[in-house]
Structure formats: C-alpha cells, structure tokens
C-alpha cells in the first residue's frame, strides 16, 4: 500500500502548530494584489519577543519541479530575517539548496518537522510594505476581545463593575469606622478638656483665697503656701494649736456618728 502524497496544506498546518506562539501569517503577501505586481509567502512569521526580533519567510514545496522551477525566491530575501524552504524528504538535493536559505523537512508521515539546515540570519531592515500589508489586509478588529484569563470583554467588564461596587462598599464601611472612631476621640477630648477647665477654675479660686490672706504665690505655689503655713503656726500658741487638733478630732467623730446613724435607719 502506497504512502499518503504530503500536500502543501498538511506542511502549512505543522508550521502553523510550530508558530503557535507567533504572529503568523499563511500567504503573505508584500503589496495589494490587484494593479500592481506582488510576492506571496506561503507562511510568514514574526516571532514574540522583543528581546530577540525576528522574521521568518517560508517556502512550501512538495515536488521537484516546482524547487527546480522557482525562480523569485530571491525576493523573498528583503521580507524576512530568516529564508526556509520547507519540503518532503528527496525533494531538494543536497547541494541544491541556496547558501541564504534554510530548510525543513517534513517526516513520511506529515506529523513533524525537523531542521535539515539552519538559515543564516540576516540583520536587515524588513521592507514596510509586508507589515503593511499584514496590518491592513489580515489584521482583526474584534468587536469583543478577549482579555485576561480568557475573558471576553463583556465578561472583563462586568467583573470589573462589580469589583468596583466591592470597592466602594469597603471604602463607605471602611470610612464610616473611621469617622465612629473620630467622633469617639472628639467626645473624649472634650470631655478631658472640660474637667481640665473645671478643675483650672478651682485652682484660680484657690490663688484669689491666697491672694486675699496675704500668702504670695509665685512660680511654685505648693512651696509658698508650706511657707506661709510654717510661718503662721509659729506664732499660734502651742495649746491653741492642740485645741484645734481636738476641735478636728471631734468633728470627725460627730461625722461618723452621723453616718453610722444613717445606716441604721
């Protein structure tokens, strides 16, 4: 049983699977087609990567006669950094293939290629007019892309509104819990504020006393009253000052009798 023929479909499907990561682009042409002449590619390529740019240019052929019978591949040569043919094992000779081209070939059973020679690669400036062409003419608009994760635009969207509507609900909370705290903070420092202002009026009465019984009070009030104190009972009569002492005492108990009293009703 006679092999399968490979045809230029099935090698243009296995570039295709080797490019998937790649801008490709199967007959690629230079130019318009109509009123005006033009090259066409079978597969073009442009490389992922900005670190390392390149462009392929690939040439199918599945018979000898149409290798040995192509003679415009030369430009070929301004539209890519990199030249393959690309064809059925015996198709190509070995010395048959030109020293600015690379080739590929294709396994018996068409399910995998495999670099027969490496191209030379070539530091040139692509003609504009491919990129063009790619741009205009294959280029797709689409109505709803696909972002991130495989997600269409209606599908990004929507996910977008809804984190939006989660984030304004975080920022009402999140700014109510601070504006609680606030007022919380606000009521506790005025109350602070007006024990202070209650206990300062207190000590302002405290100094107009002083003030009118003579006693100075200067930079440290605490000190001079002590003074004053030590200065007066020195000329109060020892038994003046124990009658006080017992005048004290008995107040004291007149108050706790009084308490006791209360307790007992």
């Known amino acids: 049983m006679s092999k399968p023929k490979i045809t230029a479909a099935d090698i243009l499907k296995l570039l295709e699977q080797k490019h998937a990561d790649d801008v490709f682009v199967a007959e690629c042409k230079n130019g318009p087609s109509k009123k005006t002449t033009h090259l066409r590619l079978d597969a073009w390529v442009l490389r992922r990567s900005w670190a390392k740019p390149c462009v392929l240019g690939y040439e199918i052929k599945v018979s000898r006669s149409d290798f040995l019978g192509d003679n415009k591949w030369h430009g070929y040569l301004p539209l890519c950094n990199e030249f393959y043919f690309v064809a059925p094992s015996g198709v190509i000779k070995p010395g048959e293939l030109p020293e600015e081209a690379g080739l590929l070939l294709v396994t018996s059973t068409a399910t995998r290629l495999w670099t027969k020679k490496k191209a030379p690669h070539r530091n040139i400036d692509i003609d504009a007019n491919i990129f063009r062409y ?132």
């Open 134 to 265: 790619v741009l205009i003419s294959r280029a797709v608009i689409a109505s709803d892309p696909v972002y991130a994760d495989g997600q269409s635009g209606a599908e990004y969207w929507r996910r977008w509104l809804a984190q939006s509507q989660e984030n304004r609900e975080i920022g009402w909370r999140v700014s109510r819990a601070l504006s609680e705290r606030y007022q919380r903070e606000v009521t506790q420092v005025r109350e602070h504020q007006r024990k202070l202002e209650k206990k300062l009026s207190r000590l302002e009465g405290v100094e107009r006393l002083l003030r009118r019984l003579k006693i100075s009070v200067g930079w440290r009030p605490e000190f001079a009253v002590e003074q004053q104190y030590r200065r007066l009972m020195e000329h109060i009569p020892g038994d003046v000052e124990q009658k006080l002492q017992e005048a004290q005492q008995a107040i004291a108990g007149i108050l706790e009798a009084v308490e006791k009293a209360k307790e007992n009703r």
